[in-house]
């Protein structure tokens, strides 16, 4: 049924939506909200409370009470009443067993009071201590919120954006945007967020939006839908209004009574008739234009009662099944469906307090307002306090004793005696109360029931509201969906040159870092076997790539290495582990000297950004005459392995590639396909091989002309999984796999690469202690005896207890064995000793080996 | 952590475009004892107040600076591009004493 339409009515009436309540057809307008629509159907009765089951109805209507929480398309405790009607939306109640109007917990009410005291699960329900997961499934099935569906579709995609304003404007309301037009008119850009309707204006935007809170920094998370903003601005400007209070009387929460902007929104936006017959109590002089608003959608309006003038000592609402049949003023009952209280109202400070700001408490209006507002934040308008001239409606925050529940706080269900037994338990200070009775931490955070019960704990205690103080606020200032926080940060996705030579090749694509690599195209140990019987080729662009050039290029190196560089000839190649000065392993990858002052560094292909970073923060310490540039992006590399690569390599390029001008460990620059290259001759996979660095551009083509020139060889690609037996089969270790952030090369079984007679490198001092103090554990291979593949992470079983771990384990086709790599007490780390793996909670054997299992000699890679 | 810090090249941009390496510290010049060692690698000043520390510009212009911030507030007094004290670290003056809380 609706009204005549109002001047401000936001109905478009030509059309009709039609949504589902409970699986019946809904009729709405747009421009109706869900829950204007369900009253307009009659719906009165909009949610069961959380603990007691009561009916509640509308309250505030307009987004911050938790009265109308419903799940609509399977998404918990949306409020109905500020979400729009949209075609088709499943709307359903929640929280309750049974239905809205009859819900079987609604005995919690009648009998569960004296059962159900103020923390009593912290009391009952504890013995036997077993027992508790049992209450606790329980408890959270029949209080709280919806239940969230675990097996949902994922509907929605949440992003996050970063933006910036020189003012933020929080509240489009009159002084809003008046702040504004008086920033935009001074030439500053100005963005203004209202959780309702966005202002229109000329001269800065406007965002329809929530502001979450305010961080250091004026930073604003702006809660618009399925965009998080955070917004970074010079200058914040808080116009977030005043919140009407409730008024503490028994029945306080009956359906029907109702805050004063609940029959204006019915009204006015969506020509909707709040009641038959009304009572207004008000604290707020400025609340009584709804009589007047009444009287025009045709309610009567049967007692007007000022609490600025008028003295009411005790009211009690009286119900009959959860509605509000009659108010009773000082004894006097009067009978009504529609009870309009308001205790005032109250500046919305929280997010100024968040800021920094200082709350103090005004005695002459009742009201807490914030003071002391810091740099860079503005407050305007009701915030400030500007407008509100409350009457302290003092004798009405009591409650009547013994004539219903009296609701201090409407989201957790907590009564005033609820909060006087929490006082009289000893819970005297207001934060501890709070976190005692949860008052003030329900989906409202505080809106609603904050100042009630400040004033209710100042008159149990006999002091007055300043002396209780307020609690702490703290963002988030309106309830936000987890996936909202959750949303897509901006997380690069890095693809190779290759890449989608790799896609059309059928490889299964995997993370490494930022990475995108093949894992394998389809058959890793055939793959593999391939490296070992003809050629294969390998993707490895996702290596790190330094070029460190100038006169102290050696120098540098030598301080940030154990190893030793300035002794290489131009054109050679050593494996580098990179440590800190705590002695523990960061990065690894091999240094080519180019020439005197220049040398081609790769790092690990997660490790390269961190890299740099460290080279870069040394030398900003020692000043040496070095440049680091970082070539990861501008140069992709193949690596092409096997007995043949010899030969393929030979088709690709000028270069005399005999074993005697292009040794093992070697690298020359030369033209490959045409393309001007550094080939280094190295083996990560354990046979001959040519990693060929070459530009970015021409990834594809190198590539393809591997493959063809590759084909009467059998040249097969490979992915990283492969890689990973090749490389094991070596005992090659992985950085972040087989090492972690405590591991040092000595125990990780490289002590050749340390050397000692340096005068200082980084990590030199923390490895002579660890030589000094001896080894605690060591890495190490082994080999099962009985083919059976222990997990990665798997234990090492020492006299019966867990004495180390395995970091690394793979079927190699070529050995026909089960190997892997370990770390191991010292005292085992001998070849052929038998160590005690745990495999699915069996005992394993296997034989520790210190040396390759496959090629030991390296004469393969030599070949 | 939510604060702008002032890159010496780039101006004040969101501290999450930066990595902190921490306190400034001094490293030893020789071959130190075990406890000078470990209070080199493990032990910080960790002062209420303000203090030197180290930064990147890791999302920016790579650079690294120190800066002077107070650790109580977040707010940065100052930041500059350290001249390098060379391969042997001398003995800096150390970041001024937290104010008296």
Not at chain 1, 258 to 286: F, H, Y
Not at chain 1, 494 to 522: D, N
Not at chain 1, 837 to 856: T, W
Not at chain 2, 69 to 97: F, Q, S, Y
Request: proline fraction near 6%; glycine fraction near 10%.
């Amino acid at each position: 049924m609706r009204l005549d339409p109002q001047r401000d009515e936001r109905l478009d009436r030509s059309r009709r939506i039609t949504f589902t309540f409970e699986g019946k057809p809904v009729e709405a307008f747009p421009g109706d909200t869900l829950g204007s629509a369900l009253f307009a159907a009659g719906q009165r009765v909009f949610s069961r409370s959380f603990k007691y089951h009561r009916p509640r109805g509308l309250l505030c209507c307009r987004g911050q009470c938790p009265n109308c929480l419903m799940r609509v398309d399977g998404v918990p405790s949306v409020r109905v009443c500020t979400e729009p009607v949209r075609e088709g939306a499943r709307v359903e109640a929640q929280n309750v067993w049974g239905s809205l109007q009859r819900d079987l917990l609604a005995v919690t009410d009648k009998f569960g009071g004296p059962f159900t005291p103020v923390g009593f699960y912290y009391r009952t329900m504890i013995r036997p201590r077993r027992a508790w997961p049992l209450y606790e499934r329980f408890l959270r099935s029949v209080a709280g919120l919806g239940p969230v569906d675990k097996h949902a579709e994922r509907s929605t995609r949440f992003d996050t954006e970063h933006r910036h304003a020189d003012v933020l404007v929080i509240g489009g309301g009159r002084s809003g945007v008046q702040a504004a037009e008086r920033h935009a008119a001074a030439g500053r850009r100005v963005v203004v967020v209202d959780m309702d309707e966005p202002p229109s204006a000329e001269g800065f935007e406007s965002i329809r939006g929530v502001a979450l809170g305010i961080y250091e920094g004026n930073l604003v998370p702006v809660d618009a839908g399925n965009v998080l903003y955070r917004f970074r601005a010079e200058q914040v400007v808080v116009a977030a209004g005043a919140l009407e209070q409730p008024l503490l009387f028994p029945g306080n929460d009956l359906v029907g009574v109702v805050l004063p902007e609940a029959p204006r929104r019915l009204v006015e936006r969506w020509s909707l008739k709040p009641g038959e017959r009304a009572v207004v109590v008000s604290g707020d002089t400025q609340a009584l234009d709804v009589v007047r608003l009444l009287e025009r959608a045709g309610t009567e309006v049967a007692e007007v009662v000022d609490l600025g003038e008028t003295r009411v000592r005790e009211i009690v609402a009286r119900g009959r099944r959860g509605r509000v049949e009659a108010v009773s003023l000082d004894g006097r009952e009067i009978a009504c469906d529609l009870l309009v209280a308001s205790g005032g109202r109250q500046p919305a400070y929280a997010l100024l307090s968040q800021a920094g700001a200082r709350v103090e408490y005004d005695p002459s209006r009742g009201i807490f307002l914030p003071v002391e507002i810091p740099e860079g934040v503005e407050v305007v308008g009701a915030a400030a306090g500007e407008g509100i001239s409350s009457a302290i409606p003092a004798a009405t925050y009591n409650g009547a004793a013994g004539k219903g529940k009296c609701f201090v706080c409407i989201c957790e269900d907590v009564t005033d005696k609820d909060v006087k037994r929490a006082i009289a338990e000893g819970f005297d200070s207001i934060e501890l109360a709070k976190r005692y009775t949860t008052v003030t931490m329900g989906p409202c955070q505080g809106k609603l029931c904050h100042l009630p019960s400040i004033r209710l704990y100042a008159r149990e205690n006999e002091t007055d509201e300043a002396s209780i103080g307020t609690t702490t606020a703290r963002p988030p200032w309106q309830p936000v969906s987890l996936g909202l926080l959750a949303g897509r940060p901006h997380e690069p996705a890095q693809r190779t040159s290759i890449h989608h030579r790799h896609k059309e090749l059928g490889a299964r694509m995997m993370w490494t870092g930022t990475w995108r690599r093949p894992h394998s195209y389809g058959d890793p140990a055939g793959e593999a076997k391939n490296v070992h019987d003809a050629l294969g080729v390998i993707d490895v662009s996702t290596l790190g790539k330094l070029l460190v050039t100038g006169p102290d290029a050696a120098a540098f190196l030598e301080r940030l290495y154990p190893n030793r560089f300035g002794d290489m000839k131009a054109g050679r190649i050593r494996y580098a582990v990179l440590g800190t000065d705590a002695g523990r392993i960061m990065d690894d990858g091999t240094i080519a000297r180019l020439d005197e002052e220049e040398y081609y560094v790769t790092t690990t292909s997660t490790g390269a950004g961190a890299v740099v970073e460290w080279f870069e923060w040394w030398n900003a310490v020692w000043g040496l005459d070095v440049e680091i540039a970082n070539v990861t992006g501008a140069l992709a590399a193949v690596n092409v392995a096997g007995p043949h690569a010899r030969e393929l390599t030979g088709r690709l390029t000028d270069l005399d590639l005999s074993n005697e001008a292009f040794t093992y460990l070697d690298a020359k620059e030369a033209h490959v396909a045409g393309v001007p290259s550094l080939i280094l001759r190295i083996g990560f996979v354990g046979e001959l091989g040519y990693e060929i660095h070459f530009p970015s551009p021409y990834g594809e083509h190198v590539w393809n002309t591997i493959l063809e020139q590759g084909q009467d060889l059998g040249v097969r690609p490979f992915g990283l999984e492969p890689q990973r037996i090749l490389r094991l089969e070596k005992m090659h270790i992985l950085i972040g796999q087989d090492t972690d952030s405590e591991s040092n090369a000595l125990e990780a079984s490289m002590p050749w690469i340390v050397k000692w007679d340096k005068d200082d490198f980084v990590g030199k001092w923390s490895l002579e202690q660890v030589q000094e103090r001896g080894f605690r554990e060591q890495l190490v291979g082994f080999e099962m005896q009985n083919g059976v593949v222990p997990p990665e992470g798997g234990q090492v079983v020492v006299d019966g207890r867990p004495g180390g771990r395995v970091t690394s384990s793979r079927w190699s086709d070529q050995l026909g064995k089960a190997i892997g790599m370990a770390w191991v007490p010292p005292q085992l780390a001998e070849d052929g000793v038998e160590i005690a793996l745990k495999v699915n909670g069996s005992i394993e054997r296997a034989h520790v080996r210190l040396r390759p299992f496959f090629d030991p000699e390296g004469e393969h890679l030599r070949s | 952590m939510s604060f702008l810090l002032p890159c010496p090249n780039c101006g004040p941009r969101d501290v999450n475009e930066f990595s902190c390496a921490g306190e400034v510290t001094v490293r030893p010049k020789t071959s130190p004892s075990f406890r000078e060692l470990t209070s080199y690698l493990y032990f910080r000043r960790n002062v209420a107040g303000v203090q030197r520390e180290w930064w990147c510009h890791r999302l920016g212009c790579a650079q690294w600076f120190q800066a002077e911030r107070d650790t109580r507030t977040n707010d940065v007094l100052a930041t500059w591009i350290a001249e390098p004290a060379g391969v042997v670290a001398p003995e800096t003056t150390p970041a001024p004493d937290a104010p008296a809380v």
